[in-house]
């Protein structure tokens, strides 16, 4: 290590994701595993997505952390967790520009400041702690030049949050659940990329930007104590879904796609109110708009728009195409106009040439 002061710093952007076959309910706390398959949409990078700027330096003498400009505790195990993962596999690292040069042995003294910001709410049932996390891993990862690929990165991420190991990989990106007692093989791997099906819009609804009242984390370890529906969910229903949603995506065959898509949504859901005392993540403005796509779907006689809903209110919708995409966000401006007493406050387009095609 050069004896002067410096710093050294990685900037990384991560988009988030959204599951269209959910992930809700651990066998397993600490190394967050999973009770089944997942499979989720990595969202344009445009849009919806997290930046972390990591830093190292000899003269910070404390691992600290800004999220969205307020310095946050690393205190919880999630994030020692993620940093001592990544500690025990950095590598040398030489800037000849600079003059720095750190080797292996010295990532275990040197503390680490990290500032990360979200573009979108967080903690809203948007998947912040997925692009949170999966920025963090993946920022550190670069900073302290880690030879492990995108899969087994993954794994890393996931013990920050679940759903964050899937946001490593664009297009549609499945997390295997795994066999092992430690995780090894707990870890997300690509679909298909993000050219494969790039005639999907997805559009989000911002239903209400407000932190929800039951974090994921807490909500589904309730669900796992006390919903006999997710121990039905999670060992017949899905596993099926999983099979059917791959076929599904790698036939571009939208019908089935959104069948599966509405339906694994509405399952969580349903979850959600067998838990108890039960949650209640959506809202009326929610149940609105799943009324009214299901009507315009049977009014045409097939899909022609899916949705699914997180931990929160908040719809993402996915169109089949440009075209029905553009309609939906006209008649979603129409039924639901932004800050009307509805409290749907604002869309988020997957796709920038829909604004144009909207007018
Ligand atoms: P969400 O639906 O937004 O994912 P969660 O309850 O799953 O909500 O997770 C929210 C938590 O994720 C936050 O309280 C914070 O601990 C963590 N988180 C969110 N964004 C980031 C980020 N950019 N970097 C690190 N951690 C984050
Ligand atoms: C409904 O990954 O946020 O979004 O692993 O406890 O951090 P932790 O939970 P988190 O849960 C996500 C739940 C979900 C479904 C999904 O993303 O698959
Ligand atoms: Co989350």
């Known amino acids: 290590m050069a004896a002067e002061k410096w710093v050294l710093m990685v ?3 991560t988009p988030t994701n959204i599951a269209v076959i959910k992930y809700w309910g651990k066998r397993d706390e600490t190394l967050i595993l999973p009770v089944n398959d997942s499979i989720s949409v990595t969202l344009d990078p445009d849009h919806l997505c997290t930046t972390t700027t990591v830093a190292v330096s000899p003269s910070f003498d404390q691992d600290r952390m800004w999220l969205n400009g307020k310095e946050i505790s690393l205190g919880g195990g999630r994030y020692q967790n993620c940093l001592k993962e990544i500690r025990s596999r950095a590598c040398d690292v030489e800037d000849t520009e600079k003059g720095i040069k750190i080797e292996k042995k010295d990532w275990q003294k040197l503390h680490l400041h990290i500032a990360s910001f979200n573009n979108f709410p967080t903690a809203a049932g948007l998947a912040s702690s997925a692009a949170g996390f999966a920025c963090l891993v993946f920022s550190l990862a670069k900073l302290m030049n880690l030879k492990e690929n995108q899969s087994q990165l993954s ?7 679940g759903s964050a190991c899937r946001s490593l990989f664009g297009g549609f990106v499945k997390w295997i659940l795994g066999k092992e007692g430690n995780g090894s093989d707990s870890l997300a791997v690509q679909l298909v990329d993000e050219e494969h099906w790039n005639d999907l819009v997805i559009i989000i609804a911002v239903v209400s930007s407000r932190q929800k009242e039951t974090s994921s984390t807490t909500g589904m370890r309730e669900s796992v104590e006390t919903s006999l529906l997710l121990q039905h969910r999670a060992k017949e229903v899905v596993p099926k879904r999983i099979v059917q949603m ?3 995506i790698q036939n571009h065959d939208f019908s089935s796609f959104a069948q599966l898509t509405c339906a694994d949504s509405n399952q969580f859901h349903a979850v959600c109110l067998d838990t108890s005392p039960p949650i209640f993540y959506m809202n ?8 009214y796509v299901e009507r315009w779907n049977r ?3 097939s899909p022609q728009v899916a949705y699914t809903f997180d931990a929160g209110p908040n719809a993402v919708l996915i169109a089949r195409n440009r075209k029905i995409a553009t309609e939906l966000l006209q008649r979603l401006l129409f039924f639901f106009p932004p800050n009307s007493e509805t409290d749907l406050n604002s869309y988020v387009l997957g796709d920038k040439s829909i604004l144009h095609d909207a007018g």
């Open 11 to 13: 900037t990384a952007q």
């Open 284 to 291: 009326d403005t929610s149940h609105r708009i799943i009324s």
């Open 246 to 248: 791959e076929e599904a």
């Open 299 to 301: 009014s045409v006689g």
């Open 155 to 161: 794994a890393i991420a996931r013990q920050g949050s």
